[in-house]
């Protein structure tokens, strides 16, 4: 049995990052930046129109009392002839300015008339209502660093400087085997002595929730053969594997030496904490593998502190940082094992929950965060300052 933080050094120890991957903006929204992305191109690519009005030379305005509406710029057309002293051109919002014009006054502070202008806006400034070449982006700048998680903002940014794909670090394909004999899909009627599987449900929600689509799930009895047989299919097809139950030292808890038989090289078994002490963590090459437990609260619990982690590692998803909050209410716990408890914040602090049994999910869908509680705190009263996890 080893410590929280040596499980938690050795996974970010044995987890590196997927290889990059171009993926076309459409599909890249909360992925992870594998490279420095430069424009290719200016923002705007020209001096645009920020309005539907008239472009006019600003030095005009003491020249001539009324300017002649010479020609017209739509948004996407181009014009080369040079605007004349006394000319104006009708333009439209986003259409380029005309070469010889600085200025554009909007159409509602004109007049128009048998085909001239008079300007009623006499403090109109030079250059107004024109977005400069560049403004936003200088072609070759740096629009995004390596490591930036992609928002709709930051897509819109690339694809508005010329790039329709991105290099990123592709979610891992993620493989599911939940194994029991005792368990039953939801849905089915329940024979006596049996329960209704619910971890793949509460795992790949989770997996979705980090962007990660491609999940092959697997539900196998306490069979051994079966147990390897689904193993070898899912580490051939997937970069990330997590089955659950039978990986503790019960009679029919065969993950472990299954995992083995199977070519996946154990970094770990066996954590000093609670939920989850039985936690099998390994690689089989570069992919990582959890023996998550059985039971259903400690499945979650052990997702969110280390599988979680090792997301960080492989594809760039940020673990969400411990924070720092006042215990509300004193919380029994002996010393020994590092616990985690379903809490809630309130304010400034945090509450535990009721109901803490790595068997109870009523507490957890209740929940918003987990608790730390260290190994050595003894019956930590109100007022303890703990870590404490967003979920
Ligand atoms: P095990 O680690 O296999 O001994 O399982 C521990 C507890 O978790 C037992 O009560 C199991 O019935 C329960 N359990 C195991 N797998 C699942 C699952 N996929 N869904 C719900 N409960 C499970
Ligand atoms: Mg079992």
């Given at each position: ?38 424009a290719l191109c200016n923002v705007p690519p020209f001096h645009q129109s920020a309005m539907d009005g008239y472009a006019f030379r600003f030095s005009d305005l003491l020249l001539f009392d009324t300017l002649h509406v010479a020609s017209e710029v739509q948004a996407g057309a181009w014009i080369d002839t040079p605007l004349q002293p006394g000319q104006a051109a009708r333009i439209f919002t986003g259409a380029p300015v005309p070469p010889g014009a600085d200025t554009v006054i909007m159409q509602e502070k004109t007049i128009f008339l048998s085909q001239n202008i008079t300007i009623q806006d006499k403090n109109i400034l030079k250059g107004a209502n024109i977005r400069p070449c560049g403004s936003q982006t200088r072609i070759?700048d ?18 508005g400087a010329g ?229």
């Amino acid at each position: 049995m080893i410590p929280v933080a040596e499980a938690r050094q050795l996974i970010a120890q044995a987890v590196h990052p997927l290889a990059p991957v171009a993926v076309s903006l459409y599909e890249a929204v909360g992925l992870c930046l594998a490279a420095n992305v430069h424009a290719l191109c200016n923002v705007p690519p020209f001096h645009q129109s920020a309005m539907d009005g008239y472009a006019f030379r600003f030095s005009d305005l003491l020249l001539f009392d009324t300017l002649h509406v010479a020609s017209e710029v739509q948004a996407g057309a181009w014009i080369d002839t040079p605007l004349q002293p006394g000319q104006a051109a009708r333009i439209f919002t986003g259409a380029p300015v005309p070469p010889g014009a600085d200025t554009v006054i909007m159409q509602e502070k004109t007049i128009f008339l048998s085909q001239n202008i008079t300007i009623q806006d006499k403090n109109i400034l030079k250059g107004a209502n024109i977005r400069p070449c560049g403004s936003q982006t200088r072609i070759q700048d740096l629009l995004l660093p390596a490591g930036v998680r992609l928002s709709p903002a930051a897509l819109g940014l690339l694809a508005g400087a010329g790039h329709a794909s991105a290099p990123v670090l592709p979610p891992p394909v993620a493989g599911i085997i939940n194994t029991g004999q005792e368990l039953t899909p939801p849905g089915q009627p329940l024979v006596p002595g049996r329960i209704y599987e619910s971890n793949s449900y509460a795992l790949k929600a989770v997996l979705q929730q980090r962007g990660i689509r491609d999940i092959r799930l697997r539900t196998v009895t306490d069979d051994p053969a079966a147990i390897r047989e689904a193993i070898q299919a899912l580490l051939a097809d997937c970069d990330l594997l997590l089955l659950t139950g039978g990986v503790s030292v019960g009679n029919y808890d065969f993950v472990q030496a299954a995992l083995q038989a199977c070519g996946v090289q154990q970094i770990f078994h066996k954590v000093q904490q609670k939920p989850g002490k039985p936690l099998f963590f390994g690689t089989y090459g570069p992919k990582p593998v959890f023996g998550l437990p059985g039971n259903p609260a400690a499945v979650l619990t052990c997702f969110y502190e280390y599988v979680d982690l090792a997301l960080e590692r492989l594809c760039g998803l940020a673990q969400k940082p411990l924070q720092e909050r006042v215990l509300l209410a004193p919380v029994p716990k002996k010393a020994g094992l590092h616990v985690y408890l379903k809490g809630r914040l309130e304010g400034p602090g945090v509450r535990a929950l009721g109901a803490q049994e790595s068997y109870q999910m009523g507490s957890f869908a209740d929940a918003d965060c987990l608790i730390h509680l260290a190994a050595e705190l003894e019956n930590p009263p109100a007022g303890t300052v703990v870590s404490v996890r967003t979920l």
